[in-house]
């Protein structure tokens, strides 16, 4: 059963940017924590943001804490990443995640139990 649905990928410009969306099905209130994460190929999936349920708490990986924006609208179902002034090391497929359990946004991957499909981003320079 699918739960969370990445969209919004594609290729882009080398300084451009892209918003990327994830719908989640069934209850928001199973998705207290809301994450996006990425893996390029060859490497380990890598925290990119996260937001709590009310959505004033957000965290960000050190790669995109500058430019990149996490939110969240629970009545639409819906998680949001904007991330800015793109680069080609920005290129990978890009994963929405939540957990739960409503304490602290964590980095680890493997405290996200439901994941969504993963939708590509290709930046060219």
């Known amino acids: 059963q699918v739960q969370l649905v990445e969209s919004g990928g594609g290729s882009v410009q080398a300084g451009g940017s892209l918003r990327l969306s994830c719908a989640v099905a069934?209850?928001?209130?199973?998705?207290?924590?809301m994450g996006w994460f990425r893996q390029a190929p060859g490497k380990d999936r890598q925290f990119v943001a996260g937001i709590d349920w009310s959505g004033e708490y957000t965290r960000y990986g050190d790669s995109v804490k500058d430019r990149c924006i996490v939110s969240r609208d629970n009545g639409k179902k819906m998680a949001y990443l904007e991330l800015n002034s793109l680069t080609p090391e920005d290129t990978a497929v890009y994963f929405c995640?939540?957990?739960?359990w409503g304490v602290g946004i964590p980095f680890d991957a493997s405290a996200f139990p439901v994941w969504g499909q993963g939708t590509q981003v290709t930046v060219s320079s």
């Open positions: 995640a939540s957990r739960p």
């Open positions: 069934g209850r928001i209130n199973d998705h207290l924590v």
